[in-house]
T-cell receptor, first 112, second 110 residues
Framework: NAGVMQNPRHLVRRRGQEARLRCSPM?????VYWYRQLPEEGLKFMVYLQKENIIDESGMPKERFSAEFPKEGPSILRIQQVVRGDSAAYFC??????????FGPGTRLTVL | RKEVEQDPGPFNVPEGATVAFNCTYSNSASQSFFWYRQDCRKEPKLLMS???SGNEDGRFTAQLNRASQYISLLIRDSKLSDSATYLCVVNANAGNMLTFGGGTRLMVKP
């Protein structure tokens, strides 16, 4: 049973470009969460999705950030017009609605 | 006040030592509690869930005190491979977001 998959593992963007991060949950898991870890800081919740629905986006910045989890395919975290402060590790986790969440390897975004 | 507070460390201990980490949380409605381990530049990995009755997994023992809103992790007979950052994590409800402490860094030395 493959774990949570994320790609790309590393992403470099110039200021003003768009970043798209993808996450495929573990088989049988219908709940996806995105977290951000800024350098030298702890993980912070961003958004919680189920298939075709955003359940909780209380941690998402109000502008430039969006997330989706379509009926088919991976969950996507999209960051428009990236700025240097967006440089971070973005982790996706999945859960079968048990309290435990299992994390993917993360995407490290660097904004030049 | 942070929702989940941990001593950032680092804790530098020799191999074979016993080390204890503590954590406090502010949300009295929290329902689930965990310790995760995070190695440098890697994803968090679930170490163990924490129950009110306390639970043990090999060299690791976790305790929860709901009245004091306090969680602990005890590691016995430390190994070099235990060197990592240990994250105290709480969850208000199954299906909700996890709230992470800042982590406690452990370095086990030969």
């Amino acid at each position: 049973n493959a774990g949570v998959m994320q790609n790309p593992r590393h992403l470099v963007r110039r200021r003003g470009q768009e970043a798209r991060l993808r996450c495929s949950p573990m088989k049988g898991h219908s709940h996806v969460y995105w977290y951000r870890q800024l350098p030298e800081e702890g993980l912070k919740f961003m958004v919680y999705l189920q298939k075709e629905n955003i359940i909780d986006e209380s941690g998402m910045p109000k502008e430039r950030f969006s997330a989706e989890f379509p009926k088919e395919g991976p969950s996507i975290l999209r960051i428009q017009q990236v700025v240097r402060g967006d440089s971070a590790a973005y982790f996706c986790a999945s859960s079968p609605l048990a309290p435990e969440q299992f994390f993917g390897p993360g995407t490290r975004l660097t904004v030049l | 006040r942070k929702e989940v507070e941990q001593d950032p460390g680092p804790f530098n201990v020799p191999e074979g030592a016993t080390v204890a980490f503590n954590c406090t949380y502010s949300n009295s409605a929290s329902q689930s509690f965990f310790w995760y381990r995070q190695d440098c530049r890697k994803e968090p990995k679930l170490l163990m869930s924490v129950y009110s009755s306390g639970n043990e997994d090999g060299r690791f023992t976790a305790q929860l005190n709901r009245a004091s809103q306090y969680i602990s992790l005890l590691i016995r007979d430390s190994k070099l491979s235990d060197s990592a950052t240990y994250l105290c994590v709480v969850n208000a409800n199954a299906g909700n977001m996890l709230t992470f402490g800042g982590g406690t860094r452990l370095m086990v030395k030969p």
